[in-house]
């Protein structure tokens, strides 16, 4: 709980924009902005704020949980920073489960616990990232894709598609 730290202000610039919503704790996945990802909402505490999320312009963020194991996790249980995700479809599963198709939209640091039942609901901040420029990270881009290029003629499961996709990225945190 508290205010944003200096480091954090200055990340974001003069205006902080505050967001508020629910969490869903993530275990052993962590979802990157712009990434389009699955996750399976099982939890009682999850699938209230995916309701609260649905009911509310599709907005959760997600935010991993420290311990995988924990199968309750309280606020302090979650790591700081999570992502913004905008919801596409969810799917209720026979066993109760909920499939989420979602996509990241942008990093956050958590500033505030407002709530904690009947689902975690929380205070954030986005993270805004200063463009990236300069020889080193373009260094860094090519030998990135030079390696995706690889992976792609390697794995029968990745279409070429996916490496002229990574090509066309101009942003190195898009591009990881």
Do not use: C
């Not at 944003?4 to 967001?19: F, R, V």
């Not at 995916?50 to 997600?62: G, K, P, S």
């Amino acid at each position: 709980k508290g205010e944003p730290d200096a480091a954090l202000s200055d990340s974001m610039g003069d205006e902080t924009e505050l967001l508020e919503g629910p969490v869903i704790p993530l275990r052993d996945t962590v979802i990157f902005p712009h990434m389009v990802a699955p996750i399976f909402v099982g939890r009682d505490r999850s699938l209230r704020a995916l309701d609260a999320a649905m009911a509310n312009e599709n907005v959760v963020f997600v935010v991993t949980q420290r311990d995988a194991e924990q199968e309750d996790p309280e606020f302090s249980d979650l790591y700081s920073i999570g992502t913004e995700m905008v919801i596409g479809r969810t799917l209720r599963m026979p066993d109760g489960t909920t499939s989420v198709l979602g996509q990241g939209q942008r990093r956050v640091r958590i500033v505030d616990l407002l709530q904690s039942e009947p689902y975690l609901r929380v205070r954030v901040a986005p993270i805004v990232e200063p463009p990236a420029a300069g020889i080193a990270n373009e260094a860094l881009m090519r030998a990135v894709l030079a390696l995706f290029e690889k992976i792609v003629q390697l794995s029968p499961s990745l279409p070429d598609d996916a490496y002229v996709a990574a090509m066309n990225v101009d942003e190195p945190g898009w591009l990881a």
